[in-house]
């Protein structure tokens, strides 16, 4: 019976262990969350005629226009205003993905994912968006090693057939009262 308590204390660890685990890697989540809802990302035009300023999920803050930009006239203005735009949204998006990384892990390759795709919707190279990511501030916590809802450690295999010490006991304990 000691094996069997002895195999159910190590299951009951094991599961602990992975709450744990589970408690360390999103003990991050509050700060990711503010870092994500503070995020702003600014684009200004070449000429320096337009601002543009996004969020979280590139959403657009404000855009700004000098005397400049609006004596352009309508097609120079939206031509501007549309690279411009993209250039804000793209910068917010790597921004976003670089913190999710940091807090999460790079597990996914989020950056990179986010990186690839722009650069061939916007024409351009992976190499020439990284030089635009913002540069590492602190080393963030690395749980890339960590496992969140699986254990570790595949779960050791069941007793041996037949009954165990606990089956055996009962059926001893209830055959002595008849």
Same mark, same amino acid.
Request: hydrophobic share 45%.
């Given at each position: 019976?000691?094996?069997?308590?002895?195999?159910?204390?190590?299951?009951?660890?094991?599961?602990?262990?992975g709450i744990r685990n589970a408690d360390d890697r999103f003990a991050g989540l509050g700060t990711m969350r503010q870092q994500?809802?503070?995020?702003? &990302?600014?684009?200004?035009s070449p000429d320096g005629g337009v601002t543009v300023v996004t969020g979280p999920g590139g959403a657009v803050l404000d855009?700004?226009?000098?005397?400049g930009a609006? &004596?352009?006239?309508?097609? &120079?203005?939206?031509?501007?205003?549309?690279?411009?735009?993209?250039?804000?949204?793209?910068?917010a998006a790597r921004r976003q993905a670089v913190i999710v990384e940091e807090n999460m892990g790079d597990d996914l390759g989020l950056v990179d994912q986010v990186l690839e795709t722009q650069a061939v919707a916007f024409g351009t190279t992976v190499e020439e968006l990284r030089s635009k990511l913002p540069e590492?501030?602190?080393?963030p916590q690395d749980f890339s090693e960590q496992?969140?809802?699986?254990? &570790?450690?595949?779960?050791?295999a069941p007793p041996a057939a037949g009954?165990?010490?606990?089956?055996?006991?009962?059926?001893?304990?209830?055959?002595?009262?008849?």
């Open positions: 019976m000691s094996g069997e308590f002895e195999h159910l204390v190590a299951e009951f660890e094991r599961f602990q262990a994500l809802t503070e995020l702003r &990302a600014s684009a200004v855009v700004q226009f000098t005397e609006l &004596a352009k006239g309508p097609q &120079a203005l939206s031509a501007t205003l549309l690279a411009t735009l993209r250039e804000a949204v793209g910068e590492e501030a602190e080393a496992r969140v809802l699986r254990p &570790a450690d595949p779960p050791p009954p165990s010490a606990g089956d055996r006991f009962l059926r001893n304990l209830f055959d002595e009262e008849d």
